[in-house]
């Protein structure tokens, strides 16, 4: 992270020349720390202690759609809360990427308004393009690769995983294991995503994937949207939103969805002894990774505590606490050279092949206008 310069040439000049007459040095003092609502690191509101103390003293943190078992986020606001005695709040817990946008929009200005969004990184690219998003560079900035963080600091990727094929054996006789799979009329009313891709970032992913598995690229993600629609045509694809509860009621036995989501529920089924043996498969035909990505709302109420939580995720323990619910932290590279991983919870991930790649900011934008125009009617239709 650039720290911010002290002028120390100039302010030593101005000591030995003290007896100068006044403005000899410049009319202006050295700039002091700026209040959090405009801070734009923490070195920059006084340094970690000063905005952890404005941060107390506002005493609590508005989120928005953020479910504690999605990626570990019941153990970070647990964490955060013991840690800072600040309360976080959390509005809609189930919400979408598209609601945490029209929240920072129809909330501005007030109280309620979200303090920070978690969405998926594309939504995060819409956000700072109509500048919901305050400029924040936390103290591990430099450490996020250069793909997964916007060059203005509006945004980075925090945590993120692979698209997977989630599967209750107890109810699917042979469970699916690539995307081409799911063609097959033994899956008949069973295939779901997590939400609607033009709202929700999981199934979006779950789209491009699709698409990567159907002849599609990063620059056309028409195939994916074909896919599904073939789906819903043969009567495989259902349009019921992946939960816990629909698949500990059998209504999705099968679930395009994020690794580290569906590698969580089947440790929660387990532990609930809920009768669901729930599986996972990284389909080969269709490897789309992808992160999610956090900011802080430009007009947060909660400034301090805003900016606080960024550094608390990007920490080495908001980090490790992510890799222990399978979300791969985007610190993950820097953390394992810098000896602060945990290498036990890393060991446990899936074992992914080759290196991932992602669409750039520009082709992410386009497939998001090709799927916001075209699924509604193609999976209806």
């Not at 007459?21 to 009319?27: T, V």
């Not at 700026?34 to 006084?46: F, I, K």
């Not at 964490?79 to 920072?104: C, H, R, W």
């Not at 430009?298 to 805003?306: S, V």
Request: net charge negative.
């Amino acid at each position: 992270m650039p720290v911010p310069r002290l002028r120390t040439a100039s302010v030593a000049v101005c000591l030995a020349l003290a007896a100068a007459p006044l403005g000899a040095c410049g009319d202006k003092p050295p700039a002091g720390p700026r209040a959090p609502a405009v801070a734009t690191s923490a070195a920059d509101a006084g340094g970690m202690a000063a905005l952890t103390t404005a941060a107390k003293k506002e005493g609590s943190l508005n989120t928005i759609a953020l479910p504690r078992d999605w990626a570990n986020y019941g153990a970070l606001i647990d964490g955060f809360e013991k840690k800072y005695g600040i309360k976080v709040m959390v509005e809609n817990p189930e919400g979408t990427s598209q609601d945490e946008i029209n929240a920072l929009k129809e909330h501005r200005g007030g109280g309620q308004a979200p303090d920070v969004i978690d969405v998926g990184d594309s939504f995060a690219q819409s956000a700072a393009r109509q500048g919901l998003l305050a400029p924040y560079e936390v103290a591990a900035y430099d450490e996020i690769p250069k793909e997964q963080k916007d060059p203005k600091a509006r945004w980075y990727n925090n945590y993120g995983g692979y698209i997977s094929i989630g599967c209750d054996a107890k109810r699917v006789k042979t469970c699916p294991a690539t995307f081409a799979d799911l063609r097959k009329p033994e899956y008949k009313g069973q295939v779901s995503l997590n939400g609607d891709p033009t709202k929700s970032g999981a199934a979006f992913a779950g789209v491009y994937a699709a698409a990567l598995a159907n002849g599609g690229s990063f620059d056309d993600i028409q195939p994916g949207i074909d896919f599904f629609a073939e789906l819903s045509k043969n009567g495989n694809f259902i349009p019921v939103e992946s939960t816990p509860a629909t698949i500990a009621t059998g209504q999705t036995p099968i679930s395009v969805d994020w690794d580290f989501l569906n590698l969580g529920y089947a440790d929660e089924f387990r532990e609930k002894g809920t009768d669901v043996d729930w599986r996972t498969a990284i389909p080969f035909d269709g490897s789309f990774a992808q992160y999610y990505a956090n900011g802080v709302n430009k007009e947060a109420p909660h400034p301090a505590a805003a900016r606080l939580w960024q550094e608390y995720l990007f920490s080495p323990e908001g980090q490790n606490i992510r890799l222990g619910a399978y979300a791969r932290p985007v610190l993950m590279d820097a953390m394992e050279k810098d000896g602060t991983l945990d290498t036990a919870a890393a060991e446990k991930l899936p074992t992914v092949e080759g290196t991932p790649a992602f669409p750039t900011e520009a082709q992410t934008e386009k497939a998001r206008r090709t799927v916001n125009r075209g699924w509604a009617e193609a999976v209806s239709g």
